[in-house]
């Protein structure tokens, strides 16, 4: 489980980044020859902080049992 869940902070980090590359190039970004635009960085950074807080309340809740 650490592992997964340092693998999504290391996600959550980069798509930060992105989503400030992004903003400075006018909204939209082109990787793997695919344009990506801020709102796609957002929704999936926005996926990403779902998973990392269901792996943690999961967690917690195992922890209270």
């Known amino acids: ?16 980044d992105l989503i400030k590359w992004s903003s400075r190039y006018g909204g939209k970004i082109s990787l793997n020859n695919e344009k ?18 269901s792996i943690v309340s999961n967690a917690r809740l195992r922890q209270i049992k």
């Open 36 to 53: 990506i635009t801020t709102e796609d960085l957002k929704r999936w950074l926005s996926e990403v902080n779902v998973e990392i807080a």
């Open 1 to 16: 489980m650490k592992n997964t869940l340092d693998k999504l902070y290391d996600r959550r980090e980069q798509l930060k």
